[in-house]
């Protein structure tokens, strides 16, 4: 049978006690440390007799995890961050515990129940059929790639002439997007956004029928970004959508950021149109407080996902009945149960506890907003629609910029990396943690 000695024994109570330690206390922000300076203090970890548990927990929690910047710091508002609840937090540690294979319904069908579950609520949200369904990727990434590939199958049998596909978005669309062109070896139609940064579907329509009209390319999907990643901005989801359809496109909506909020009443109607998606990503590891990492990865018809992505061999024909096996949908065959963490939560919360969170960053982002705007110093981009609020500095330069956020996250005040925007500088707070309020914010602003 298991044996469990003191020696696991005594290492889990150290393990729980670092863990419960980690979730009570205000998280480091702390920052990157060169290799050569790591290797002086830890050496080489990997030895032939090995350090022991105790040794290496050691070695991780007083120096390897001090390298590291928490993406859950209050005042880390870099990129996206995250914001795992403690609930999905506490779960990621049964998950690790548990030995659950997320690939197939055979062998982790009450997990795959529970991850579809938590997918079955966003699919709703966004007004998807009964029929939908889809599976947690590693990440937003991924999900794109792996819709994408479903989209081209598509298009293939309907336009098996077709030299070249081509995949349209907009110019603010996600760099994912670029790299899954770049491994499907398929060309990107960049459709210009309107003066407020938002695809709309007549300019989708103008550009893929000149495409079409003029070369042997054709364009197999049409992705919109429901929430850009560098402003927040929502793409207009029913033009684009229809524009789409009308010239038998599949449909992509990346909301890997905000779609997260289609569970605020307050901006829900900016997502309208999302519900005819032929496919969709939002990840809850950035705007839905589950840990690192899952990408909701939704079809409207899974079975198309499931004719390009099951993967066939004599080993696994055993799997290939009705049920629903996770790793029929994506590329991926095994996978963790990277769901489990956001259903344990969601499930132990309740829905009204995310809309009311999600509502919670809306409203700091508005007012994070308005404080930019009353600074003599700052100049607003444009009024955040979901929780990026990114503005300028007068008078400075790149270099500027550069030099107030190293200096912003060695004072250990935050985490604040400039980005730009029109080939311009800008700074951004992305609000995802609903720790930050908003004195948070107003030390920030106090640096600019
Ligand atoms: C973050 C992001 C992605 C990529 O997601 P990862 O989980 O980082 O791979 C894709 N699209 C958008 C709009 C994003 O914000």
């Known amino acids: 049978m298991h044996e469990f000695t003191p020696e696991v024994e005594e290492l889990a109570k150290e393990i729980l006690a670092y863990s ?3 979730l009570k206390s205000d998280p480091p922000l702390d920052g990157p440390r060169s290799a050569e300076d790591l290797f002086a203090e830890v050496g080489n970890t990997i030895t032939a007799k090995g350090l022991g548990g105790k040794k290496a927990l050691e070695v991780f929690t007083e120096v390897l995890a001090k390298a590291c910047i928490s993406s859950d710091h209050p005042r880390n508002l870099a990129f996206i961050p995250s914001a795992p609840s403690e609930f999905a937090n506490l779960f990621d540690l049964v998950v690790g515990a548990s030995a659950l294979y997320g690939g197939s319904w055979q062998e982790g069908a009450g997990a795959v129940f529970a991850e579809n579950q938590a997918l079955r609520w966003l699919s709703d949200l966004a007004g998807l059929p009964e029929s939908s369904g889809g599976v947690f990727v590693q990440g937003g990434t991924i999900g794109n790639l792996s819709a994408l590939v479903v989209a081209r199958a598509q298009a293939r049998k309907k336009f098996p002439e077709t030299r070249r596909f081509v995949v349209a978005c907009s110019e603010e669309a996600h760099s994912s997007i670029a790299s899954a062109a770049n491994v499907m070896d398929v060309d990107i139609l960049k459709i210009p956004t309107d003066e407020n940064g938002k695809l709309q579907g007549a300019a989708v329509g103008a550009a893929v029928d000149q495409l079409h009209a003029t070369g042997e390319s054709r364009v197999f999907a049409v992705v919109a970004t429901a ?4 402003l927040g901005i929502i793409d207009n989801l029913a033009s684009i959508g229809k524009a789409a359809h009308d010239r038998d496109i599949w449909f992509h909506v990346d909301g890997a950021y905000g779609l997260a909020a289609l569970c605020a009443p307050s901006v829900r109607p900016l997502f309208d149109g999302v519900e005819m998606a032929d496919s969709f990503i939002v990840d809850p590891h950035k705007w839905l407080f589950a840990p690192y990492d899952a990408c909701a990865l939704v079809y409207r018809e899974p079975k198309y996902g499931k004719e390009v992505h099951t993967q066939h061999a004599s080993y696994l024909e055993t799997l290939h009945d009705d ?10 065959l095994t996978r963790r149960v990277r769901g489990l963490p956001f259903w344990f939560s969601l499930a132990a919360h309740g829905v009204d506890a995310y809309t009311d969170a999600m509502e919670q960053s809306l409203v700091i982002a508005k007012q994070a907003a308005e404080l930019v705007r009353a600074h003599p110093n700052l100049e607003l981009l ?5 929780s990026i609020v990114a503005f300028k500095r007068k008078g400075w330069k790149k270099e500027d910029y550069q030099s107030w956020s190293d200096k912003l996250l060695a004072d250990q005040v935050g985490f604040i990396p400039p980005s730009s925007h029109d080939g311009e500088p800008i700074l951004r707070f992305a609000i995802v943690n609903p720790w930050t ?12």
Not at 227 to 230: A, H, I, Q, V
Not at 382 to 386: F, G, I, V
Not at 440 to 448: C, V
């Open 382 to 386: 444009c009024e955040p629609e979901l």
């Open 20 to 22: 419960l330690e980690r």
């Open 437 to 448: 309020k908003i004195s948070d914010i107003k030390i920030i602003l106090a640096t600019l």
């Open 323 to 332: 049920s629903w096996s996770p790793s029929d949908y994506a590329i991926h």
């Open 227 to 230: 929430g850009t990643t560098n």
